[in-house]
């Protein structure tokens, strides 16, 4: 048996939109259009003191998404920024958080996950801006999402990579990097910053940037969402 799986990445910029406002409820008004199973969240979080949240948790309440808890002393619904939010039924196994190197304070988040009784490993980050870095920060999230029992693995967020799919060679011959369109600038989407990696565990129906006005105007990037498959689900 397959099941389907939808999941999307999105760099929310702290719930700032392209009008100089910021919305949180905007911006949650976008992600519960998805209608993803999976959202990984980049710029989740403010940068100064604890890291406030830019998504209030009691945000959440109501709605079919909830944050995955990860415990690290901050007010902040992940790391660096990083979050990622389920769908209710998913069950979330174990989680982790780590720093990445380079000049940036850069890093990502894990959850081990069950969907349908089937584990996947769900890596979500936001790498720096500058190249020497991010293959640096490519190898540590290769180590990072590397299997114990668990066979499938995701590795989605903020690539930050203007170039060719060959610069994000360094995540190792397990995943591929999905040729993703467009996500920024969201007003003119040009640049491909926002990408899924995958293993073997998945294939792919769909994959698209989410171009409706509220998404245009909620941040300078657009959603990426992907449809997957998660192969021989039981």
Known sequence: METP???????????????????????????????????????????????????????????????????????SLGWHGNAILIREGIKVLATAHIDLPGLEPRGAVMADLCVRGRELRVVGTHLGLIRAS???QLAALRAFASPTQISARLVAGDFNEWSRLKHLAGLGPDFRVLHSPPTFHARRPMAALDRIALTDDFSLRAIAAVLTPEARRASDHLPLVADLILKGTS
């Not at 949650?28 to 999976?38: G, K």
């Open 134 to 136: 991010r293959r640096r």
């Open 5 to 75: 799986l939808r999941v999307a990445t999105y760099n929310i910029r702290k719930a700032l939109g392209n009008d100089r406002r910021r919305d949180p409820e905007r911006t949650l008004r976008v992600i519960e259009a998805l209608d993803a199973d999976i959202v990984v969240l980049q710029e989740a979080d403010m940068r100064l003191g604890l890291r406030p949240p830019a998504l209030p948790p009691e945000l959440f309440e109501g709605h079919s998404l909830r944050p995955v808890v990860f415990t690290h002393g901050r007010d």
